[in-house]
């Protein structure tokens, strides 16, 4: 079964600061992606990162990356230098290129950004 | 704005009605995928469609659930009979469908209550 656990339902950080989201999955393919989509209150979803599991290099962008460590099937994401806008619900999700690219998805972490 | 589209954003309806929803991806995108979301949750996988051609369908998506993209266009889900187990955000996404990643673009989902 492909499976996504993030254990942590809700985090807080104040602003400013550095906060890690965590993220586990269970897959037994070699060619998968994995995702981090954040979805802000009653707002869409939008990918924050993303990462080729065939690529050792942990992805960046921005004030966002990631540390990926494939034996232990561990995605967790970093936000460093946090705002007030990075609240929002963030979900890590992978997706399987053989299995018609579809996503699965944890249950998220709620992300609360204290001034 | 060229994003993913979703039409209504919000639905009431009694139980036992039919509704249908309706998603315009980015143009030119050939994958069309439809997720369910329910409160608290990630979002899980449906259905999804390679230009006009429904290629897979979660067991999630009953007997009374339909889904078309005719000409590869536009996709409309369809729910028959519904039940307030039916209750969740439908979120739409669309993919190049090609290309080593092909990442997702959401849209902002129709919130389906049923009473």
């Known amino acids: 079964a492909q499976t996504v656990t993030q254990s942590q339902p809700e985090m807080s950080v104040q602003e400013a600061e550095t906060v890690t989201l965590s993220c586990t999955y269970d897959t037994s393919e070699n060619n998968y992606y994995l995702f981090w989509y954040k979805q802000p209150p009653s707002r869409q979803m939008i990918l924050v990162i993303r990462?080729?599991?065939?690529?050792?290099q942990n992805a960046t962008e921005n004030r966002f990356s990631v540390n990926f460590q494939k034996a232990a099937k561990s995605f967790s994401l970093k936000i460093s230098d946090s705002q007030l806008g990075d609240t929002a619900m963030y979900f890590c999700?992978?997706?399987?290129?053989?299995?018609?690219?579809?996503?699965?998805f944890g249950a998220g972490t709620i992300l609360r950004v204290k001034s | 704005d060229t994003g993913v589209s979703q039409n209504p954003r919000h639905k009431i309806t009694k139980r036992g009605q039919n509704v249908t929803f309706r998603c315009d991806p980015i143009?030119?995108?050939?994958?069309l995928y439809w997720y369910r979301q329910t409160l608290g949750q990630g979002p899980e996988f449906l259905t999804y469609f390679q230009n006009e051609a429904q290629l897979e369908k979660s067991r999630l998506l009953s007997d009374r659930f339909s889904a078309e993209r005719p000409k590869g266009s536009f996709s409309t889900l369809e729910i028959q009979r519904t039940e307030q187990g039916d209750s969740a955000m439908y979120l739409c996404a669309s993919s190049p469908g090609q290309g080593s990643t092909d990442t997702q673009y959401f849209g902002p989902g129709t919130r389906l209550t049923v009473l």
């Open positions: 999700a992978f997706m399987i290129m053989e299995y018609g690219n579809k996503l699965v």
């Open positions: 143009s030119e995108h050939n994958r």
């Open positions: 990462q080729e599991a065939y690529k050792q």
